[in-house]
Antibody, heavy 115, light 107 residues
Framework: QVQLQQSGAELVKPGTSVKLSCKASGYTFTSNHMNWIKQTTGQGLEWIGIINPGSGGTSYNVKFKGKATLTVDKSSSTAFMQLSSLTPEDSAVYYC????????WGQGVMVTVSS | DIQMTQSPSLLSASVGDRVTINCKASQNINKYLNWYQQKLGEAPKLLIYNTNNLQTGIPSRFSGSGSGTDYTLTISSLQPEDFGTYFCFQHNSWPDTFGAGTKLELK
């Protein structure tokens, strides 16, 4: 069965970076795009961007360009999202989710940005 | 960006009720509209994709309809496990966008 296993919660300091991971199993990793999505109480759900694991091609929400960088490691079927220059506004739950029009989602990872 | 206006934001209903949730897009999204259910502390779960296609494993009491800019999720007979928050989502054009959500609570 399709599973997306995300890395654990992060507590990070302002101005630093964090790299989140999403390990896929149960399907051919390179056959389906991977989205990253942010959820906060205030802003709701926001689509950050998408990566084609086969080609490495990406598309970003303009709001997150320069903030998020999406990559993959095909050898381990893992997608990554690096968030840079973190501020308290980046505190959120982040999800990876498979496919355009996402069908399967990871369990989410909470990122807390605090000094 | 395409704006998704979801209504109502809060819906109180009883087990057995028929409920509808609406989503209006700021422009034609060509039926690229999904519906998700989210329960507290969990990831969203896909219910309906591309307007009216039931995701595998989802009960048939869930259905979707719509076209152009206006879309509807219907639950024909509410069950206790259906309470939670529902989101619409358009993937017609990037950036994909979500509705603000409808919290479905027990009356």
């Amino acid at each position: 069965q399709v599973q997306l296993q995300q890395s654990g919660a992060e507590l990070v300091k302002p101005g630093t970076s964090v790299k989140l991971s999403c390990k896929a199993s149960g399907y051919t990793f390179t056959s389906n795009h991977m989205n990253w999505i942010k959820q906060t109480t205030g802003q709701g759900l926001e689509w950050i961007g998408i990566i084609n694991p086969g080609s490495g091609g990406t598309s970003y929400n303009v709001k997150f360009k320069g903030k998020a960088t999406l990559t993959v490691d095909k050898s381990s079927s893992t997608a990554f999202m690096q968030l840079s220059s973190l501020t308290p506004e980046d505190s959120a739950v982040y999800y990876c989710a498979r496919n355009m029009g996402p069908d399967y989602w990871g369990q989410g990872v909470m990122v807390t940005v605090s000094s | 960006d395409i704006q998704m206006t979801q209504s109502p934001s809060l819906l109180s209903a009883s087990v057995g009720d028929r409920v509808t949730i609406n989503c209006k897009a700021s422009q034609n999204i060509n039926k690229y509209l999904n519906w998700y259910q989210q329960k507290l502390g969990e990831a969203p779960k896909l219910l309906i994709y591309n307007t009216n296609n039931l995701q595998t494993g989802i009960p048939s009491r869930f259905s979707g309809s719509g076209s152009g800019t206006d879309y509807t999720l219907t639950i024909s007979s509410l069950q206790p496990e259906d309470f939670g928050t529902y989101f619409c989502f358009q993937h017609n054009s990037w950036p994909d966008t979500f509705g603000a959500g409808t919290k479905l609570e027990l009356k």
